[in-house]
């Protein structure tokens, strides 16, 4: 399965996930749904996010120019809001997968799709 089948059929297929990408830790994007504009800059942020949250407390997450409002995380998920809609990111060890869910999804069916296949990968080795 190719990257972008991943993003396709895992991630947009689930009907809980509106935009997402898959990206290595360097910040390169291995795929990405269409229309999702993130750049590398805003890939790196969120990435050094996981080991620094203070990062990402002070300023938020800005994914596509869009500014989140960062709510919590961990070593290994990011999560933040804006109004109804929200990111869901879970870093794995080589890749980081990155969602935006929209009103009505809930975070919690956001985090379900997006760490299912976060552990998946994980056993894959990424």
Known sequence: MSWQDYVDNQLL????????CIAGHDGN???????FEVTKEELAKLISGFDQQDLLTSSGVTLAGQRYIYLSGTDRVVRAKLGRNGV????????????IYEDPV????????????????ITCGY
């Open 13 to 20: 297929a689930s009907q809980c996930i509106t935009k997402a």
């Open 29 to 35: 994007i291995w795929a990405q749904s269409n229309g």
């Open 88 to 99: 869901h990111c879970m870093k794995t060890t080589q890749a980081v997968i990155v969602s």
């Open 106 to 121: 809930q975070p919690q069916q956001a985090a379900s799709v997006v760490e299912k296949l976060g552990d998946y990968l």
